[in-house]
């Protein structure tokens, strides 16, 4: 009877051994996003990062010189999928560096991440993870959740609102910022009131209850943690109750078409943070999107394939100066390896990114920290001001 | 099982355990993968197979025993933050079971589905215990003084583990408790009329059932190190019912070989289809093969991978047999082929 | 005032729950199989009517189209799926529904992608003032939509020859055969009739929420309709899907911030979260024990 124990192992043996290992010449980078699944919607960012560092292969040779080897895969947006991938990335396909996707894998990952050495560059904006004394080998991206709101609330008071009130999804990257948030005192500290805060169900199908409850509070204006479908949702609703989308103002994820042309006019008005350039801008990395889309199919065109080439290029940027500092060649040894891309990571300065974001330096952990506000006009998102720093 | 069975499949057991250690980060991770879900596997094997109840409410069973065991072994309890997992869970299922003994069929399945959306919130709000949304970070197990940190060891362990656990149910089944779960399982009139005290026999195995998966539970907190409500959710217990079904209700190797299947099957394809390049395609084809199986599985084998592996063996055999003797096969051994019916409760709600 | 809102916000949510819920009952009643997969259906209705809109139809044909081919796709999955397993237990069956759910959404997610797409406008653009609430003609639409169905059903149940040959079939499938009904041709027109309202419901959903995988969870807010409404009854279907959207808005409008300012005020207590999520569930364990059969359902044997 217990013999299946037995033959099992067996076949994790043979499947673990017989795993294409990556030679150790490469530069191997491994890169998950949710390619399917509840927050694929913005997937682009994952995609951004691969076609990169493909552009880097097909014209330059690769990074300094060496030809990149990199591995997309699909962590669906689940903690074991995504824990399971982490262990093949290091463990099988010898990465230099990893690329993740959610909150949650951060946070079960950060200590791990730390005792392997591997850097490791998430999607996530949770000021959880982002330590550089404590958690020296993780990276994200740009403003904290936290830091988009704070921006997004002071566009709004510089507007004349008094009046704030939150909403967010019963998910960790909606409950978590805006408790951060709330308990900080920094609303106050601005000279703002929070009159409420709403938590609702993430796969929410009718919000109409809720923005009658934010009707009678009538705030100045509401902030939004939630990812694209629910802002569709509460938009919708609250024209039901004939409140104006120009009162909301979303964070980074909302800024999708499907919102404009869904509701239509039920959308005017309503704006967005934009931590990145929009695809199509006139910026000098378009021109390199181009070109590499004359060559591929670019999966998404879209904001967050924007972000995703940034990623790209502060990746990018990272190797090759680890690569140049060791004489041009990679390091032998990919524990030695992986350390330095880190300190080149931590060391880069005034990063050029062609236009996506303002240049940034990264011994923050998180490069550039300013954003600026996008706003639905004619059933499109413009781009309105300029860079706003989060400090 | 005789005494020579026995301690081949002891060796081998510890063959295996000790084979854990020459595996890589990744193979020992898809080991204690397989190895947990099929520990849970065998709690429900147990109630749904052998006891006759179905439950989808797995998934929060396993949080209750991650709940518990992250907060203890944090605390510092050590292995015996693994035996309060299964404690909790065990009160947790016979709470749930309660209902139990005044529903049946599909009105009790909806009820365990009721209680896991429950549970489920209740990991949501409930701060001071669960840390809420955000999850509860838990420290490495340590047993007997020392650390358990990598992910060989957790390997080993949870093989380890899942053999005593199987062992330990198959001992139960050849005492009185566990010969009259399969009398309360085929009627309860009967086993009513044989004496069976049928409430007392449900609630073992609500408790022995809770006890199982909680230890599940356990293990998956400290692998994972989080503890998030996300992780204990419908599609756990959608994934438990299915290892069930694919592996074969009523057989205790079945609760193995549906877990492996279910969470190796996908990671197979995964690896097959990546020449392709097809990332978008790749996750699609993966989930249509899963459901295809489901469907196929009740289809033409509702006796799980369990038969179909004893049907395969006995054609292997008889095709060796009838080659060595070059005669085709009797008709006995066609009567023998199949396999002796163990299946769950064949009772409709109507 | 905003009482009178919230019962409307709550109404129009509830009308298409009910829609949900009553396929549901219609198959539940024809062949005691409960479909845990009837979310798939209203997923794929919707997809479906997005292709043919593609394909160049209009909106309003595409929407009749996508009901054509829910039909057959319902009446397919009992010929060749369902009916091989007459015999076999309920949990396999509820089993094989979930097992269809999760193919459904890998070929709506290997055809169309994970993304959300808008949906083309079915209904013409605005709303009725109600009580100071503006419901949007996609919703007038779905309630009278579900209001009109369910009547018809009960209507056509009550007084057709078909209707009293389908009733047959659910209540002895044996005497029905018996006096020459042919039980399982009735079955799959369950199936078929089920899925066509399956798929109305997913293009009205699509209308409201938009084109996306996550139509499919639907499926599982219907199951506390039914164990409210009981599983036999398309009336309970319908006066509890209202009920039960009701019961959500008064939560969420009501409920919720009432006990959220006590919370605040008195305890360290923030927020009791999405406490609408649970509160059909809690209603659903205790109606299990105190009337497992729902308001409406008839008095079976679902008690040991």
Known sequence: MRKPISRLSAILAALALAAPLAALADVSVCVWGTITGPDAGVNGMSYGTVAYLEHLNQTQGGIAGQKVKVLLLDGRYKLDEELK?????????????????????????????????????????????????????????????????????????????????????????????????????????????????????????????????????????????????????????????????KLFIGNMYNIHPSIPEQLGAAAEGFRAIQLYSNYGDAIPAMKEIEAFKARNTVEKQDLYFMKGWFGGKFIAAGIASAIQKNGGKPPADIKAFRRAVRDALEALKDLDSGGIAPPSTWANHQGPTQARMAEVKGGKYVSAGEWVNAQ | MSRRRQIAAAAAVVLAVAGCFALGRYGAYLVHAVAISAIAALGLNLLTGFAGQISFAQGALVGIGAYTAGNLGNAGWGAGAVLAGGVAGGVASVVIGLPALRLRGLYYAIATLAAQFVLEYLFKIVEPLTR??????VSPLVLLGRTVASDQAYAALSLALLAITWAGLQRLMHTNVGRSFLVVRENELVARGMGIDVVRVKLWAFLVSGFVTGVSGALVAFTTRLATPEAFSLQLSVDQVAMLIVGGQGVWAGSLLGATFVVLVPEAIQRAGEAFKAANLLSASREMAFGLLIIL?????????????????????????????????????????????????????? | MLLLQIATAGIATGSVYALIAIGIVLIYKCSGVVNFGQGGYVMLGAYAAYALTRLGLSPQLAAAGAVLILAAVGALTELLVLRRMLKAPVVAVMMVTLGLLILFRAVCLAIFGPDQIAFPQIFPQGAVDIAGIFITYNYVAAAVLSLVLSLAFLAFYRYTPMGLMQRAAADNSRAALAVGIHVSNQVSVAWAVSSALAGLGGVLLATLNSLSLTLSSIGLVAFPVIVLGGLTSLMGSLVAGLLLGMLEAFTDGLLTPALESFLRAHTSVYSVGALQQVVPYMLVGAMLLVRPQGIFGQRGTERV
């Open chain 1, 85 to 245: 991938i982490y262990r093949r990335c290091v463990d099988q396909e010898n990465a230099v560096l990893v690329k993740g996707w959610s909150t949650g894998s951060a946070k079960a990952l950060r200590e791990q991440v730390q005792q392997d050495g591997v850097p490791f560059v998430s999607e996530t904006f949770s000021s959880e993870v982002l330590d550089p004394a404590k958690y020296p080998f993780l990276f994200i991206q740009g403003a904290t959740y936290e830091q988009q709101m704070l921006i997004g609330l002071r566009a709004a008071k510089a507007q004349g609102a008094r009046k704030v009130m939150l909403m967010h999804g019963d998910v960790e990257y909606g409950r978590a910022p805006v408790a951060v948030v709330r308990k900080s005192g920094d609303i106050e500290k601005m000279g703002l009131e929070l009159v409420d805060t709403i938590e609702f169900r993430y796969d929410a199908q009718d919000l109409t209850a809720q923005l009658l409850r934010v009707k009678s509070k009538s705030p100045d204006v509401v902030y939004i943690q939630a990812s694209t479908p629910q802002a569709l949702v509460i938009l919708r609703d609250a024209a039901k109750v004939g409140l104006s989308a």
């Open chain 2, 132 to 137: 809420g949304i955000s999850g509860m970070n």
């Open chain 2, 297 to 350: 599985f009740l289809v033409f084998e509702p006796r799980g991978l369990a038969a179909l592996l004893r049907r395969l063996g006995r054609a292997l055999s008889r095709l060796v047999a009838s080659r060595a003797s070059r005669a085709s096969p009797t008709p006995a051994a066609l009567a023998t082929s199949r396999y002796p019916a163990t299946g769950g409760s064949r009772e409709k709600a109507h």
